[in-house]
Structures are given as structure tokens and as C-alpha cells.
């Protein structure tokens, strides 16, 4: 129970990544805030509850201001202040800078980093104030290695390692600790336009020892776990880290 009864939100947590955060942080102890744009993540919390812990549902666009501060007050009037944050939010939609259009780069944009931004401004201070807590963005692979065809990613995962740092900086005297996680390829529906670009998902899964090392997809349980262990006081001397859980993918 390493995460006992400390309040954690999770965005972007009805599916994936982000639900299999969000189950973990349940096992673990913690009372979890699940929210996403989805209305599926309402399931994710009937499935967490429905094995007596601790999980509501909060639906709303954390690109937005004002919907962060209600998921800010959401939580605290649920459960109390947040000390765990996850940032797992995100969208990507293949394109090179000729093919997106305008409104998918500044989408990819908002949803990707301004949500953290925001998130770390308003969710941040209640931290320091409850003295102390971690924050743990998702990363990605491509926040070290990029790949054709994917110009607004690749920037967007750029953008969060460096905020990740940044912010790691300005909050470690308030014992508020900032890292990421920067997976390879993992095997969601969120990959399914980036898969379309390989042939299918199919073919990713024929070729996938030709990329990543490991010789399979990583499963969206396995980021959990590392997301466990950020949020935890186990990993208590670490800020400012990029933990990459990819498999092999950019050692080659």
C-alpha cells in the first residue's frame, strides 16, 4: 500500500495508460481523482470501486482554466487535498508540418502541455501548502527520438521533458517533486493512427523486435507500475527525472 490514503489525480484516465494509472494507484492505497473529456471514464471508476477502493470520476477538459479549478475543488471536497498528480492527458494525430492542419497543432498543443501548465498552476500550490507531494507527467520516447510524421508529437513530448525539468527546479525546495515517464510503444488504441502509418497494428505487432528491443509491446501495466513508484516516497531523492520505459527503443 505504498500510496495509502494519499489523494491522487490522474487525467486522461479512461482508457490506456491512464486507466491502468488510476487502477494502480487504487491498489496501492491511494483515494484516486479519475478525469478525461471521456465519459468512459466513469467505467473506470465503477471498476475500481467495485473492488472496495477508493476512485471518482471527474469529467472535464484540463486544457481548460476553468475546468481545472473545478476538478481542483472536486477533489478537495471529495477526498481532500491532491499530493499525487498525473498528468497523462493526450492526444496524437499523425502529420508533417505541410499535412497537419492549424487547429490539430495548437490542439495537440493544448491538450499535451498547456494542461500541465495548467494543472501545475493551480494543483502545485495546494501541494506546498499540504507540504509536499509528486507530480508525474507522461513522456514519451519521442521526447528523446523523434519520427517522421509526427511533428506536433514528438514536439508536444519534447515540450513536457523540458517542463518536467523546469518545474522540478523551481519546486524542490517545497518538497514537491517533478519527474516523467517516457514510454516506447505500448499497446493501446491510442496508438492507432500512428500504427495506421506502419501499415496497421498488425504490422506493428509483426515488426515490433525490428524497433523495440524487448521484442513485444509494453503493456499499459507495466507504465503504471513506474508511475507507482514516482508517486511514491520510494522514489524520494528523485526530481527531474526522465525514466524511460521503452522497451530498448532508444538505446539503439
Known amino acids: 500500500m505504498r500510496l495509502q490514503n494519499k489523494v491522487a489525480i490522474v487525467t486522461g484516465a479512461a482508457r490506456g495508460i491512464g486507466a491502468a494509472i488510476a487502477q494502480r494507484f487504487a491498489e496501492e ?37 476553468a475546468d481545472v479549478q ?16 498525473c498528468n497523462n492527458a493526450a492526444i496524437n494525430v499523425p502529420g508533417s508540418v505541410i499535412e497537419l492542419e492549424e487547429e490539430v497543432w495548437d490542439r495537440t ?18 501541494m506546498i501548502e499540504a507540504g509536499g507531494g509528486s507530480v508525474v507527467n507522461m513522456a514519451s520516447a519521442n521526447s528523446f527520438a523523434a519520427e517522421p510524421r509526427l511533428s506536433a508529437y514528438v514536439t508536444s513530448k519534447g515540450a ?21 515517464i517516457c514510454p516506447g510503444w505500448v499497446d493501446t488504441t491510442f496508438n492507432d493512427a500512428h500504427a495506421d502509418l506502419f501499415g496497421g497494428r498488425e504490422n506493428v505487432l509483426k515488426s515490433i523486435s525490428e524497433f523495440q528491443p524487448i521484442g513485444r509491446t509494453i503493456q499499459p501495466v507495466e507504465i503504471a507500475n513506474v508511475a507507482v513508484f514516482l508517486a511514491s516516497d520510494e522514489s524520494s531523492a528523485m526530481t527531474g527525472s526522465a525514466v524511460l520505459v521503452d522497451g530498448g527503443l532508444t538505446s539503439k
Not at 521533458?161 to 516523467?180: G, I, P, S, W, Y
Open 29 to 65: 492505497g491511494a483515494w484516486v481523482v479519475a478525469t478525461d473529456i471521456a465519459a468512459a471514464g466513469e467505467e473506470v471508476v465503477e471498476e475500481i470501486a467495485a473492488k472496495g477502493q477508493k476512485a471518482v470520476f471527474f469529467q472535464g477538459d484540463v486544457s481548460k482554466a
Open 70 to 85: 473545478a476538478l481542483l475543488a472536486f477533489a478537495k471536497e471529495t477526498y481532500g487535498v491532491p499530493t499525487v498528480l
Open 109 to 126: 498543443m493544448e491538450v499535451n502541455v498547456k494542461s500541465m501548465f495548467l494543472t501545475g498552476k493551480y494543483i502545485v500550490p495546494e
Open 160 to 180: 513536457i521533458h523540458m517542463l518536467t525539468k523546469q518545474m522540478a527546479l523551481d519546486f524542490a525546495a517545497e518538497k514537491v517533486r517533478v519527474n516523467c
